[in-house]
T-cell receptor, first 117, second 108 residues
Framework: SAVISQKPSRDICQRGTSLTIQCQVDSQVTMMFWYRQQPGQSLTLIATANQGSEATYESGFVIDKFPISRPNLTFSTLTVSNMSPEDSSIYLC??????????????FGPGTRLTVL | AQRVTQPEKLLSVFKGAPVELKCNYSYSGSPELFWYVQYSRQRLQLLLRHISRESIKGFTADLNKGETSFHLKKPFAQEEDSAMYYCALETGANNLFFGTGTRLTVIP
């Protein structure tokens, strides 16, 4: 499986500020994904981050609010901009299994727990 | 639109008892379904996928297209099975849609 790390693991932020979450993978991957898990809710895909092209956002998520960078095949960042308490969630990075998986398995990072006051 | 439904948020069973975690889906295309599991203080990880028809840690799941279900089953629950279980539907391009999850507690 892939080794995925996220920074920070958790943070408490003030309303109106922005936070950038980093995701690092131990090997090159084609696709990286960002999910959100709000309290008591399921995981929801925010966007797919592709190296060399703009991220693809799911319905309900926009680039101005969640800008994503993918400078290379092992790293991505998600920024939560102009935060409000409703953005309090766990944010997870995942990657496609590629050659490590026979099927379309995704490997998940440990998540970043964000609390917005 | 696609949808994944896990009707039980919480499920408790005694050790040694059979367990079934329900999952129903709605999708117009050809479904690819997965079960992901998150043990306490661990990251989310794949448990099994329907296409491989495998048994992992004693768990199996059969895709029933007629009933649009993908229930997860184990004949004899163990304490280490206590975890959060998510059913997920892949709709293409690696996009996964998750159910709301079922927290399984196995009582010693």
């Amino acid at each position: 499986s892939a080794v995925i790390s996220q920074k920070p693991s958790r943070d408490i932020c003030q309303r109106g500020t922005s936070l950038t979450i980093q995701c690092q993978v131990d090997s090159q991957v084609t696709m990286m994904f960002w999910y959100r898990q709000q309290p008591g809710q399921s995981l929801t895909l925010i966007a797919t981050a592709n190296q060399g092209s703009e991220a693809t956002y799911e319905s309900g998520f926009v680039i101005d609010k969640f800008p994503i960078s993918r400078p290379n095949l092992t790293f991505s960042t998600l920024t939560v901009s102009n935060m409000s308490p409703e953005d309090s969630s766990i944010y997870l990075c995942s990657v496609d299994g590629g050659q490590r998986s026979s099927y379309n398995e995704q490997f998940f990072g440990p998540g970043t727990r964000l609390t917005v006051l | 639109a696609q949808r994944v439904t896990q009707p039980e948020k919480l499920l408790s069973v005694f050790k040694g008892a059979p367990v079934e975690l329900k999952c129903n889906y709605s999708y117009s295309g050809s479904p690819e379904l997965f079960w992901y599991v998150q043990y306490s203080r661990q990251r989310l990880q794949l448990l099994l996928r329907h296409i491989s028809r495998e048994s992992i840690k004693g768990f199996t799941a059969d895709l029933n297209k007629g009933e649009t279900s993908f229930h997860l089953k184990k004949p004899f629950a163990q304490e280490e099975d206590s975890a959060m279980y998510y059913c997920a539907l892949e709709t293409g391009a690696n996009n996964l849609f998750f159910g709301t999850g079922t927290r399984l507690t196995v009582i010693p």
